[in-house]
């Protein structure tokens, strides 16, 4: 008897439906918004009510299409959209009209090189090799943005590595940078989505200086970590005068708000290499593959 092999599903796909609905006979009732697809209805899923839907798929398409692009692991760069690479650093000085303008821009070419450190460290984790089962790992993530972001993309661009980078709507708006692969490249309307995304799959996270999206991301992984609701991982604090400078870590323990054994949830660092040998030194010592960190 021959064998009888059962279709593998009967319902039409929802891309096929949706071309037939795109094409409705002219009437009243196929004109009105009601009759639309739902999942075609932007007015419909651009309602308030909507929400939590909005919430799920922002959620889910980033992380079916990294799941399709093999990543297993991210190293994520933090660090302002304002510091300039050094060859523009000159620039914004010779810009400054005023004192305290011209202060502003001796600091920012001060801190001009974490753009070259930025660049440098993601050209080592991007040199990983991929693990066993085909994932690949400490694939470079950044906000997608200009300066530290750019810094942290174009170093994976230097290697030939894909890297992601995760951008946000804002009123004025923030293209992504030109070394962001393409396909990796994603646009977020909720900033608490877009953090969530950063640390999904980080296992190793730098932090460079920054401003107020900076200090929101690392003091929320801070937390998350000092509250058990993410395992610890390397932090790379870079550049300790800065840090120390604008936040009182020492006086935060000393007024007892943090106990003392917070201040070892961060390592600071001033270069790359220094970075990327407390990362590998780091999953060593937690018996990780020893050809992730070559």
């Not at 030109?178 to 996270?205: D, G």
């Not at 300790?240 to 054994?261: Q, S």
Request: aromatic content about 10%.
């Amino acid at each position: 008897m021959t064998e009888i092999v059962p279709p593998t599903r009967v319902f039409q796909r929802a891309r096929e439906e949706a071309e037939v609905a795109n094409q409705p006979t002219p009437a009243p009732q196929t004109a009105d918004a009601a009759y639309r697809l739902a999942f075609q209805d932007m007015d419909f899923l651009l309602r308030e009510d909507l929400r939590p839907v909005r919430f799920q798929l922002e959620l889910l398409k980033p992380e079916l299409l990294l799941d399709e692009a093999r990543i297993g692991s991210t190293f994520v760069m933090y660090g302002s959209a304002r510091i300039p690479e050094p060859e523009k650093a000159d620039a914004l000085l010779a810009a400054a009209a005023t004192d305290s303008q011209r202060l502003v821009a001796e600091r920012l070419k001060a801190k001009s090189k974490y753009y070259d450190e930025a660049r440098k460290l993601a050209r080592l984790c991007s040199r990983v090799d991929k693990g066993p089962d085909g994932q690949r790992h400490f694939v470079v993530c950044s906000g997608g943005g200009p300066s530290i972001m750019e810094a942290a993309n174009r170093g994976a661009c230097d290697v030939g590595a894909e890297s992601i980078g995760l951008n946000i709507v804002l009123p004025h708006e923030q293209m992504p940078n030109p070394y962001v692969t393409p396909s990796l490249s994603f646009q977020f309307h909720y900033f608490a989505l877009r953090k969530m995304h950063f640390l999904l799959r980080a296992r190793a996270v730098a932090v460079f200086p920054g401003g107020f999206g900076t200090f929101d991301e690392f003091f929320e992984l801070l937390t998350l970590i000092q509250t058990g609701k993410v395992k610890p991982l390397p932090i790379l604090l870079f550049g300790r005068e800065f840090w120390e400078r604008v936040v009182g870590f020492e006086a935060l323990a000393e007024e007892g708000v943090i106990a003392h054994k917070d201040l070892d949830l961060f390592h600071f660092v001033e270069t790359a290499d220094e970075a990327w040998q407390f990362v590998c030194e780091y999953y060593h010592a937690r018996d990780l593959p020893v050809e992730l960190c070559k």
